[in-house]
């Protein structure tokens, strides 16, 4: 199952709406898990089973979707939101994840 | 606190082996799933590999099938990387991660180490 990601870059600004996009090529049900990772830090998870939020993650972070199409959407971005997001699938043993979206202001 | 804490990444030439540790503190450590994930440099992330926490049903990607053999030690709360024929396009720092639950073979990771960086170079 491959994911794929758009855009694979972006550029908006503080306090935009920004949504990035994650497709799988197979249905993967609910399996999803959005990462967070920002400049030189380890990635961190922020969303998970496609729409939960990681416990301390900022509302303004939410995902949705099921099956092969999902979204990960970004309220109002803000500075420290400045990074590279990743989803990753999780139904089937090969963890795949996507090729990312780095976000810029 | 949960903690992981990579260690064994060098610098190496192509063809040779290694082994990178990853030692685990601040959960049940024996009731959970532990995956490897690599990033090359400037790359994206990639998954390597999974060892349930039985060591049973051991999984890899296939860049590293047959290279690659993950194992773990519950008695030392450690999962370890054994890497044999290494390329230059292993190249990469190396992640272990821990699924969200437990008794969970497949699921998101919650829990990440700092990494460590294996270089290899001819």
């Known amino acids: 199952i491959q994911m794929t990601q758009s855009p694979s870059s972006l550029s908006a600004s503080v306090g935009d709406r920004v949504t990035i996009t994650c497709r799988a090529s197979q249905d993967i049900g609910n399996h999803l898990a959005w990462y967070q990772q920002t400049p030189g830090k380890v990635p961190k998870v922020l969303i998970y089973?496609?729409?939960t939020l990681q416990s301390g993650v900022p509302s303004r972070f939410s995902g949705s979707g099921s099956g092969t199409d999902f979204t990960l959407t970004i309220s109002s971005l803000q500075p420290e939101d400045v990074a590279t997001y990743y989803c990753?699938?999780?139904?089937?043993?090969?963890?795949?994840f996507g090729g990312g979206t780095r976000v810029e202001i | 606190e949960v903690q992981m804490v990579e260690s064994g990444g060098v610098a190496l030439q192509p063809g040779e082996s290694l082994r990178l540790s990853c030692a685990a503190s601040g959960f049940n450590f024996n009731k959970y799933t532990i995956n490897w994930v690599r990033q090359a440099p400037g790359k994206g992330l990639e998954w390597i590999s999974f060892i349930t926490w039985d060591g049973g049903a051991p999984y890899y990607a296939d860049s590293v099938k047959g290279r690659f053999t993950i194992s773990r030690d519950n008695s030392r709360n450690s999962v370890y990387l054994q890497m044999n024929s290494l390329r230059a396009e292993d190249t990469a720092v190396y992640y272990c991660?821990?699924?969200?639950?437990?008794?969970?073979?497949?699921?998101?990771?919650?829990?990440w180490g700092q990494g460590t960086q294996v270089t290899v170079s001819s």
């Open positions: 990753q699938k999780y139904n089937s043993a090969l963890l795949t």
């Open positions: 089973a496609a729409s």
């Open positions: 991660t821990k699924v969200r639950e437990e008794w969970l073979v497949l699921g998101d990771f919650d829990s």
